[in-house]
């Protein structure tokens, strides 16, 4: 019934105005100034959040484990949730800054289908392992060891609560020097990005002489790319395989911070991001003009599905194993990935095309 419904939403959906495939290309300026909004109105300002949430969360945790008590666990939890929705943000951002030194599967560790990096986590905790509490020996690591599914379990799976006593002294040490790690790495993101001739420089000065970019329009591919990609992971690696065919046969465990309850609150932000990329844009005046119901056709699919995420996060004070357990969360989530796949389509071939763009290469497809 899902896959049917998916399939009546992709038809009626897009009965929009037919166009011929030769389609002029736009305006290379109007595509300049697009890249430029981008880079300047929403990467480099979401990098900056991630780097002072980041910050906040290496503080807190420091002062946990100089004087450990519950008041200070909770703020150091607290302080987490606030990295996981910044990082979701920009989550979408694989390329640029974000490949080198594997930084960003040193903070995102994802899909682990085997569990092989709570199996890596959990032996470093039993054996108290100290090269995992100097942040020169843990970059050495496994990254499944390092990021924020590591500290997810630090901080909330079994035995978190040892780290308000002296007795879990080597837990708090351990996610103390994770969340160094990931303060190291934000503020390297947010430089690669923002110094000068960084990645965002060399985006916005795409041409023949680019090292990367040799047009703006594969500037704007990136993002594109970026966005269309990042939205079908959300769709089939983090909702999908926890709701699976049924009530009955969903696997909450199977999506990324169920323990911490922060899986909706990262699959929204995931949402949010690629919206406010995308409305960095403006993508209403870089488009032709008999196509720029495209952009608002794209605003409503995204703002559908953010909606529908939303409820089910309000719906109760419920965990998201909570959430499917009742049909009636259960269809909210299950209907987010209709338009979800409606913002896919429109991000994969629609827009693209209005653009004069290739859609190109997509890591999702294989190869």
């Known amino acids: 019934m899902r896959k049917l419904a998916i399939v009546l939403l992709t038809t009626f959906t897009f009965c929009g105005p037919v166009h011929a495939d030769t389609q002029a290309p736009v305006p290379t300026d109007a595509l300049k ?9 929403f990467v480099i300002p979401a990098y900056e959040q991630f780097k002072e949430a980041a910050q906040v969360q290496n503080d807190t945790y420091a002062r946990l484990c100089a004087a450990p008590s519950e008041e200070g666990l909770v703020a150091v939890q607290n302080s987490f949730a606030e990295v996981v929705k910044t990082f979701s943000r920009i989550e979408a951002f694989r390329f640029g800054p974000a490949r080198d030194d594997n930084r960003f599967e040193r903070l995102l560790f994802w ?51 040892a780290q308000t006593t002296p007795e879990g002294a080597f837990r708090c040490r351990y996610g103390a020097t994770m969340a160094q790690s990931v303060q190291q790495l934000s503020n390297a993101l947010y430089d690669g990005w923002q110094k000068p001739g960084g990645y965002g420089d060399l985006m916005k000065s795409a041409g023949p002489d680019d090292v990367r970019y040799k047009t ?43 323990r911490s309850d922060l899986t909706l609150l990262s699959i929204i932000s995931n949402v949010e991001g690629v919206a406010d990329l995308i409305d960095s844009w403006s993508l209403e005046n870089a488009l032709p003009a008999d196509r720029r119901y495209l952009a608002e056709q ?21 965990t ?11 269809d909210r989530l299950t209907y987010a990935s209709l338009p ?25 497809d294989g190869d």
Request: cysteine-free; proline content about 4%.
């Open 111 to 161: 899909p682990d289908p085997r569990g092989r990096g709570l199996q890596q986590v959990q032996a470093l905790l039993l054996e108290q392992d100290e090269s995992a509490t100097r942040l020169d020996t843990l970059q050495q690591k496994s990254v499944a060891v390092q990021g924020l599914l590591a500290l997810d379990f630090v901080l909330f799976g079994t035995g978190y609560e």
């Open 216 to 258: 703006t329009g594969e500037a704007m591919q990136e993002f594109l790319r970026a966005a269309r990609e990042q939205l079908q992971i959300l769709r089939d690696t983090k909702l999908m395989p926890p709701l699976q065919e049924s009530l009955d046969t969903a696997k909450p465990k199977l999506a990324p911070f169920w």
């Open 340 to 364: 979800l796949t409606g913002a896919i389509k429109l991000l994969t071939s629609d827009v693209p095309a209005a653009l004069g763009l290739i859609a190109g290469f997509n890591a999702m």
């Open 33 to 41: 100034k697009s890249v430029a909004m981008a880079v300047d109105q």
């Open 320 to 330: 998201f194993e909570g959430h499917l357990s009742t049909q009636e969360d259960y």
């Open 298 to 318: 794209l605003a409503l699919e995204l703002n559908t599905a953010r909606d529908a995420l939303q409820q089910t996060e309000m719906s109760a004070d419920r």
